[in-house]
DNA sequence: TTGAGGTCTTGAATCGTTTCAAGCCGATGT
DNA sequence: ACATCGGCTTGAAACGATTCAAGACCTCAA
């Protein structure tokens, strides 16, 4: 009790404690029901009077099976991802399992060191948000034996099992928004290099605006709120006869940027220009300018995940496996039809 | 490589592949440089073509000891916590040990049974965000020998170790500000009930007020957007004249809340009445009126958390244990001097 | 009284590592 | 040529649980 260095107590000290065998007090723990009432009394004690608590290598080790499961992300602090990411965990507490959760922070050393101890630790399955779907690492991760769930990515050729969202046609459902609402001039902004889902946009709102026979400049920036800023810098500097009307931003947190620097330029949103983003982060509908935007089931799309990967962890193949969302509209106040203010100079 | 049900590579296959023996595996994996080069090669290059991964438990078991850190927030979610998670993961994975997070989502039961994941992994120790720093899951997991940092909250009666923030000078520097700008109806708005550094912050708001003889209101809320809107709803009915006119909130998120329904029932920030945030989110200075607010170092104390942990863990006891960080005020634009535009009927 | 058929218990083997003491081997010093 | 030494290797004993086959005990029916 009060010695400092006692060693721990262990299923042996439980067992002499109570006068059983270890393997009793082993069944107490697991099989309950195998046990009678007086000694599975008796052993309960004793755990709870030693404060005994059982060890997770060992039982692991032994049983072979971990009721862990990895969860690897982008950008834990992004907005989106962190809603995806309440999505998985409250569905591993409802399950019952426990969640080791990971960052790779865009950088891909800390990306496969989080796959390594993934598979170190021997987890059950896991929730990627890679990088690249196709990338070497995931799948020496699979080949490893350990299940993986891709997250906001798609890959429809290899064995994947995948949930992601449609962003062709959230591209598509922006431009046409816009479309409706008069604008000819469009912009988006972003980088479609940078990932798979930006990409996907950019083709949406391209196509949109092709069939639609309309000018399209893209403007790249990162996908910051910074550089939101300095995308609505260039933008505000722009001749107002060539400046979009309406611009479709590759994800909300540009479209923040945006929002604060075009009016401190003298750009009225949206009066003058109609700003539309990506994503419904919760912080969309708070801004001075209510964002209009694109929605996508974050928080269904991580419990979506994980309950696919339960089911590829009990070794069933899923009848779908690529599980695609598709994204909402949601007009706010930033986007509004072209000269409703217009001209304003 | 093709043989789905192919038992997993241990040291032991590595070893035959190798020609050496399990002893010499494991102390190149541990002890490269007490090995032969050429034997460390052959065992190098067998790893590789074998594709065989450690297992932790096993390794964790016989070795006894192990690099994870358990973390458990209260509210992952909330972007306050979002960045002390930050701070501690980056130390983290600076220092090479891989995190176990967990969010006990203020629900007692959660908390405790990420406590006992926390145990039961054996992880080197933990930081914890508690719901109550003398709780008894608390201690019983330090008794249980993890090593504890308590987070965001103090008590500095029992040997715990923790970081926090001085909050009662933090609503000192709140209400002090609203005086300054003139105003002698204050309000506070949250619930003091909810959590300690709440009630501390109110501590230092009342007195404050106090001593310069003013009036205070207390208007309990839910800490969250929604609550702040109520809060709004209450504050914008009450006759101009009993009107506090400032209020410091309990968190930013209730002055984001206040922030969006003041203005909407004719009551203008700052103009008729000045708000008070409390954290500094990303989001306060983003706001349609940039919020003044009282800034606490989220990310700072996340690292220094994790710093005082590594230290316990090496069994040094920290000469200062109770790191207490200094909040301080910015000012934006929600707060204003009394009467700038006012009376406003 | 005995045998069959349950229900509970138990002891021992086992999981994949680390680590320690002991062995081997070639080189060095005398 | 012998003793000694130091660097590499090795085999075997843990670590703390789970699990399985086998034993103990009890009850009930014949």
Same mark, same amino acid.
């Given at each position: 009790?009060?010695?400092?260095?006692?060693?721990?107590?262990?299923?042996?000290?439980?067992?002499r404690?109570?006068?059983?065998?270890?393997?009793?007090?082993?069944?107490?723990?697991?099989?309950?029901?195998?046990?009678?009432?007086?000694?599975?009394?008796?052993?309960?004690?004793?755990?709870?009077?030693?404060?005994?608590?059982?060890?997770?290598?060992?039982?692991?080790?032994?049983?072979?099976?971990?009721?862990?499961?990895?969860?690897?992300?982008?950008?834990?602090?992004?907005?989106?991802?962190?809603?995806?990411?309440?999505?998985?965990?409250?569905?591993?507490?409802?399950?019952?399992?426990?969640?080791?959760?990971?960052?790779?922070?865009?950088?891909?050393?800390?990306?496969?060191?989080?796959l390594?101890?993934?598979?170190?630790?021997?987890?059950?399955?896991?929730?990627?948000?890679?990088?690249?779907?196709?990338?070497?690492?995931?799948?020496? @991760?699979? #080949?490893? /034996?350990?299940?993986?769930?891709?997250?906001?990515?798609?890959?429809?050729?290899? *064995?994947v +099992? &995948? %949930?992601?969202?449609?962003?062709?046609?959230?591209?598509?459902?922006?431009?046409?928004?816009?479309?409706?609402?008069?604008?000819?001039?469009?912009?988006?902004?972003?980088?479609?290099?940078?990932?798979?889902?930006?990409?996907?946009?950019?083709?949406?709102?391209?196509?949109?605006?092709?069939?639609?026979?309309?000018?399209?400049?893209?403007?790249?920036?990162?996908?910051?709120?910074?550089?939101?800023?300095?995308?609505?810098?260039?933008?505000?500097?722009?001749?107002?006869?060539?400046?979009?009307?309406?611009?479709?931003?590759?994800?909300? @947190?540009? #479209?923040? /940027?945006?929002l604060?620097?075009?009016?401190?330029?003298?750009?009225?949103?949206? *009066?003058q +220009? &109609? %700003?539309?983003?990506?994503?419904?982060?919760?912080l969309?509908?708070?801004?001075a300018?209510?964002?209009?935007?694109?929605?996508?089931?974050?928080?269904?799309?991580?419990?979506?995940?994980?309950?696919?990967?339960?089911?590829?962890?009990r070794?069933?193949?899923?009848?779908?496996?690529?599980?695609?969302?598709?994204?909402?509209?949601?007009?706010?106040?930033?986007?509004?039809?072209?000269?409703?203010?217009?001209?304003?100079?």
């Amino acid at each position: 009790m009060s010695n400092v260095a006692m060693r721990r107590v262990g299923l042996k000290d439980v067992a002499r404690a109570a006068g059983v065998s270890v393997g009793t007090v082993s069944h107490v723990l697991n099989h309950p029901e195998r046990v009678g009432t007086a000694r599975r009394e008796a052993v309960e004690r004793a755990i709870e009077e030693l404060g005994f608590v059982r060890d997770e290598s060992a039982r692991q080790l032994r049983a072979g099976y971990s009721s862990t499961v990895g969860l690897l992300l982008l950008d834990a602090w992004n907005p989106a991802f962190a809603e995806m990411a309440r999505g998985v965990e409250d569905a591993a507490a409802e399950a019952g399992m426990t969640l080791l959760m990971s960052n790779s922070a865009r950088s891909l050393e800390r990306e496969r060191a989080a796959l390594k101890v993934f598979s170190e630790h021997r987890v059950a399955g896991a929730v990627v948000v890679p990088h690249d779907p196709r990338s070497q690492e995931l799948h020496q @991760v699979r #080949a490893g /034996g350990v299940p993986v769930v891709v997250l906001d990515r798609t890959d429809p050729r290899d *064995g994947v +099992v &995948s %949930v992601g969202v449609n962003d062709v046609l959230g591209g598509r459902l922006a431009a046409e928004h816009l479309l409706e609402l008069g604008h000819r001039r469009l912009a988006f902004v972003g980088d479609p290099s940078l990932a798979v889902p930006v990409q996907d946009r950019f083709e949406g709102v391209r196509a949109a605006a092709a069939e639609a026979g309309v000018e399209l400049v893209e403007l790249d920036c990162p996908l910051s709120v910074e550089g939101g800023r300095t995308a609505g810098r260039t933008l505000a500097q722009m001749p107002v006869a060539e400046r979009p009307t309406a611009v479709a931003c590759a994800v909300d @947190v540009v #479209a923040v /940027g945006l929002l604060q620097e075009l009016p401190r330029h003298g750009v009225d949103v949206p *009066g003058q +220009v &109609s %700003v539309l983003g990506y994503d419904d982060i919760p912080l969309a509908a708070q801004l001075a300018v209510p964002l209009s935007t694109v929605a996508r089931p974050h928080y269904a799309m991580g419990t979506a995940a994980f309950e696919l990967l339960r089911a590829v962890v009990r070794g069933e193949t899923p009848a779908e496996p690529h599980q695609v969302f598709a994204p909402t509209l949601v007009a706010r106040a930033s986007s509004a039809p072209l000269g409703a203010t217009a001209g304003g100079e």
